[in-house]
């Protein structure tokens, strides 16, 4: 009797009860409500990673490893960055718009930071950078402040942002794989899943 209650205990899914799949893109007006409210609390240090989180298209892991180095050129914020993936072990290049760069040189003057410190320090004096845990804590922070689900949304809906709406804008495929530093075009497809949103566009336009 009791192995067979923990037998069935064991055998449950580590994900029972929660949304998986494929997390959601921001919209524009959602991008522009995080940003406001962080803009306005003078979070410098959140407002800055979440800026370049939407520029860089990077994965959390990348993302909370940079260094300042990764994004300046001597004194000055780099309009452009390479990263080299973790998980790809390949290079991948971003944008830094001016708005992240002027967050950028925030963070970096408020806390006096030399070019090999981490880009983005922890606030645990057990961590030399913010982890990729905390940093998905503070992106459901993010969502659930502007009143969306904090269980639906994760640090990939950042990471989409910027490559969906630039294919939405462009339709250009290869682009996007590129920006995304994906090495598969079909990577890119499932990834975005422009299949069935470019479906549901044509299946609206036509009338029966």
């Given at each position: 009797?009791?192995?067979?209650?923990?037998?069935?205990?064991?055998?449950?899914?580590?994900?029972?009860?929660?949304?998986?799949?494929?997390?959601?893109?921001?919209?524009?007006?959602?991008?522009?409500?995080?940003?406001?409210?962080?803009?306005?609390?003078?979070?410098?240090?959140?407002?800055?990673?979440?800026?370049?989180?939407?520029?860089?298209k990077?994965r959390?892991?990348?993302?909370?490893?940079?260094?300042?180095?990764?994004?300046?050129?001597?004194?000055?914020?780099?309009?452009?960055?390479?990263?080299?993936?973790?998980?790809?072990?390949?290079?991948?290049?971003?944008?830094?718009?001016?708005?992240?760069?002027?967050?950028?040189?925030n963070?970096?003057?408020?806390?006096?930071?030399?070019?090999?410190?981490?880009?983005?320090?922890?606030?645990?004096?057990?961590?030399?950078?913010?982890?990729?845990?905390?940093?998905a804590?503070?992106?459901?922070?993010?969502?659930?402040?502007i009143?969306?689900?904090?269980?639906?949304?994760?640090?990939?809906?950042?990471?989409r942002?910027?490559?969906?709406?630039?294919?939405?804008r462009?339709?250009?495929?290869r682009?996007?794989?590129?920006?995304?530093?994906?090495?598969?075009?079909?990577?890119?497809?499932?990834?975005?899943?422009?299949?069935?949103?470019?479906?549901?566009?044509?299946?609206?336009?036509?009338?029966?």
């Amino acid at each position: 009797m009791t192995y067979s209650l923990l037998f069935k205990v064991n055998n449950e899914p580590w994900n029972k009860g929660m949304i998986v799949g494929p997390k959601p893109p921001l919209k524009l007006k959602e991008v522009w409500s995080i940003r406001i409210r962080l803009q306005i609390s003078g979070d410098v240090r959140n407002l800055a990673l979440f800026n370049l989180a939407i520029d860089s298209k990077l994965r959390a892991c990348d993302l909370v490893g940079l260094r300042v180095c990764d994004v300046t050129q001597g004194y000055k914020v780099a309009r452009r960055a390479t990263v080299m993936q973790r998980k790809t072990k390949r290079p991948v290049q971003f944008e830094i718009s001016d708005q992240t760069r002027d967050a950028i040189r925030n963070l970096i003057t408020k806390f006096k930071l030399t070019p090999n410190q981490f880009l983005f320090p922890s606030r645990l004096n057990s961590s030399p950078h913010l982890s990729t845990r905390q940093y998905a804590k503070i992106v459901k922070e993010w969502v659930a402040d502007i009143g969306l689900d904090p269980y639906v949304y994760g640090t990939h809906s950042l990471r989409r942002t910027k490559a969906t709406l630039i294919y939405r804008r462009t339709k250009n495929l290869r682009a996007v794989q590129l920006l995304l530093g994906h090495t598969k075009l079909e990577s890119t497809v499932r990834y975005l899943g422009i299949e069935l949103d470019d479906a549901l566009e044509i299946a609206e336009q036509t009338e029966v």
